[in-house]
């Protein structure tokens, strides 16, 4: 692990990596603290900047940018009561009443504060834990890749709130647009209909950007509130966050132990993340402080706590086994396959100096992270008051110019607009977009592992039922679907029986 730091040392050591992170921060504490955007939004729109990039200052840039945008989102929780992002939704549960007490600039500090540390401490866990996951899955052959990418797949179903069967759907689509274009075996075309536009498949960037950055500017256009102008009082926080936040000392490290627990689980995300910790937290709180609900410092601190170390909790399965767990680490994944590396356990064993600049990049993100916070913070605000018939063009301006840089085709952002107009239709009925990028992600890999498995077996697909690995990891596949495809009532009726048979 050290030895992977230590190569990574010269690749992070440069201008461009640096002036990444740096930028990346502030993107992303802006795309944070705007609400409807998010670091996911942040993410894609910087997406096509990273093809100009070296692998680990583009990796730098939007691993900053989800981690900043990860804390960015308590801002306006905090000063508006609208959390910029849905991570940002426990905090505003004592972080307003903070506000509305004459303590926002206290409130934003714990937050910040609070962000960056237990971002450091997820990361120092994502560095030992992701080495070691990835060393346990060198000895996998095609069929235990097969098994990890249906692992991954199923994760759809944890991602979908709403409707596994929905999620399932759209993962099922997902999967069928990474089919178009030329099959990675024989080279025929597939799903081209004739059309040389599609013979090279549809490119992830125009895909991601349509889905997510179009579909979010149609809904603001609908919302309506164009002039509409918050009305904001300026902030200003001073390092003395560093000695409240550390007063919540166990708080501080009991929050991030549950961020990066759910964090390294598929689809729990911080949100889950977040709301656990502040639950745990009101139960035990310090003495001195204010009642949960109505100003807590404790449960600002447990909220960004858990929802920062989510972050490098996120990052073990993506960087060790290809799995994401949110629409966010699956564009990260993707970001990873376009600029040249293969992520899994051979990206640490033949791209080891790019690994170690992105950990290190990782760790210093989170401590640029307090240092951007604590002096941009009253620009940060200032965001706040920015008028949505500004905002919406320019997050359309940038969606065209983004997705046309990277091939300079026309044909992209013909196919920006028609995904921008499916993502429409899925989100106005329910269904999930993040299954979408997690089928074009792992779809080839599965096809590609399973196809493999074929050809190097005499038995077929029942090869794949001789591996120990491969048929565990199926079986706990199975159990995750059908637990997923049980009704909600069941599901509660079986834990409830569990829990009076334990008693």
Wanted: proline fraction near 5%; charged fraction near 10%.
């Amino acid at each position: 692990m050290f030895d992977i730091l230590l190569s990574g040392l010269d690749s992070f050591q440069s201008w461009q990596v640096i002036g990444g992170v740096l930028f990346g921060t502030v993107v992303g504490m802006i795309v944070g603290v705007l609400p409807g955007l998010g670091p996911l939004i942040g993410i894609i729109l910087m997406l096509p900047l990273t093809f100009h990039m070296e692998p680990v200052a583009g990796m730098g840039l939007l691993i900053s940018i989800f981690v900043a945008g990860s804390c960015g989102g308590a801002i306006s929780a905090i000063v508006l009561r609208i959390p910029g992002t849905p991570l940002a939704a426990a905090t505003l549960l004592d972080g307003y009443p903070m506000a509305r007490n004459g303590r926002a600039a206290d409130a934003i500090g714990l937050a910040i504060a609070a962000s960056s540390i237990s971002g450091v401490l997820g990361g120092i866990v994502m560095i030992f834990g992701a080495p070691l996951l990835a060393s346990v899955a060198t000895n996998f052959g095609p069929p235990e890749y097969f098994a990890l990418a249906i692992t991954g797949l199923l994760s759809i179903s944890v991602v979908s709130d709403e409707s596994t069967v929905k999620g399932l759907m759209t993962g099922a689509l997902g999967v069928l647009l990474a089919m178009i274009g030329s099959d990675p075996l024989s080279n025929a075309a597939r799903f081209t209909f004739g059309t040389n536009a599609l013979s090279g498949g549809i490119h992830i960037v125009a895909i991601i950007v349509g889905l997510f950055a179009l579909s979010e500017a149609a809904f603001q256009i609908i919302e309506g509130g164009y002039r509409k102008k918050p009305d904001v009082q300026p902030v200003r926080i001073s390092l003395r966050s560093i000695k409240m936040t550390l007063r919540h000392w166990r708080n501080l490290l009991r929050s991030s132990a549950i961020g990066v627990f759910f964090g390294a689980l598929p689809g729990a995300s911080g949100i889950i993340a977040s709301f656990t910790a502040y639950a745990i937290a009101r139960g035990r709180p310090l003495a001195g402080d204010a009642e949960f609900g109505k100003g807590a410092e404790g449960g600002v601190v447990a909220t960004e706590s858990a929802n920062n170390a989510a972050c490098g909790g996120a990052m073990i399965p993506t960087l060790a086994l290809a799995i994401p767990g949110d629409a966010a680490t699956a564009v990260l994944l993707g970001a990873l396959l376009l600029l040249g590396l293969v992520p899994g356990p051979q990206m640490f064993a033949l791209s080891g100096d790019a690994v170690g600049g992105i950990f290190l990049a990782f760790l210093v993100s989170n401590v640029v992270l307090f240092f951007v916070g604590i002096l941009m913070t009253p620009l940060f605000v200032a965001v706040l008051k920015l008028r949505k018939q500004y905002l919406v063009p320019t997050v359309l301006l940038l969606s065209i110019v983004g997705v046309y840089s990277v091939q300079s085709r026309v044909d992209d952002l013909w196919a920006m607009l028609v995904f921008g107009m499916l993502g429409f239709g899925l989100r106005r009925y329910g269904y999930p977009l993040a299954p979408i990028v997690i089928g074009l992600i792992l779809g080839p890999i599965a096809e590609g592992s399973f196809r493999r498995t074929l050809l190097f077996s005499d038995d077929g697909a029942w090869f794949i039922l001789e591996r120990p690995i491969a048929t565990t990891i199926l079986a706990i596949d199975l159990i995750v679907l059908i637990f997923a495809l049980t009704p909600k009532k069941t599901r509660q009726q079986i834990f409830g029986w569990m829990m009076s048979r334990s008693s």
